[in-house]
């Protein structure tokens, strides 16, 4: 059974820092490229970053570039995305993904 678990998301203010992971299990891992979503309340779905199966690729949306990091840790199943300088526009719910798998989301909240 494949499962994409998120946590780490949560309220913080604005100019603040969030590390979301995505733990997977029941499928190779290491074998398909990853990715970060994001779901606005009223918007739809969209990519934030993508990372190739060994991380020696990364992508990000502009908005994000500079502000965001992807990485993976293989050994591991773990997906991670480093958020700093959140601004109140990062506020979604956010998905890992990796071939037609999805996580259940993990909610980010970037609030004063």
């Known amino acids: 059974q494949v499962q994409l678990v998120e946590s780490g998301g949560g309220l913080v203010q604005p100019g603040g820092s969030l590390k979301l992971s995505c733990r997977a299990s029941g499928f190779t891992f290491s074998g398909w490229d990853m990715m970060w979503f994001r779901q606005a309340p009223g918007k739809e779905r969209e990519l934030v970053a993508q990372i190739s199966p060994y991380g020696s690729s990364t992508q990000y949306r502009d908005s994000v570039k500079g502000r965001f990091t992807i990485s993976r840790d293989n050994p591991k199943n773990t997906l991670y995305l480093q958020m700093d300088s959140l601004k109140p526009e990062d506020t979604a719910v956010y998905y890992c993904?990796?071939?037609?798998?999805w996580g259940q989301g993990t909610s980010v909240i970037v609030s004063s």
């Open positions: 993904n990796g071939g037609i798998y």
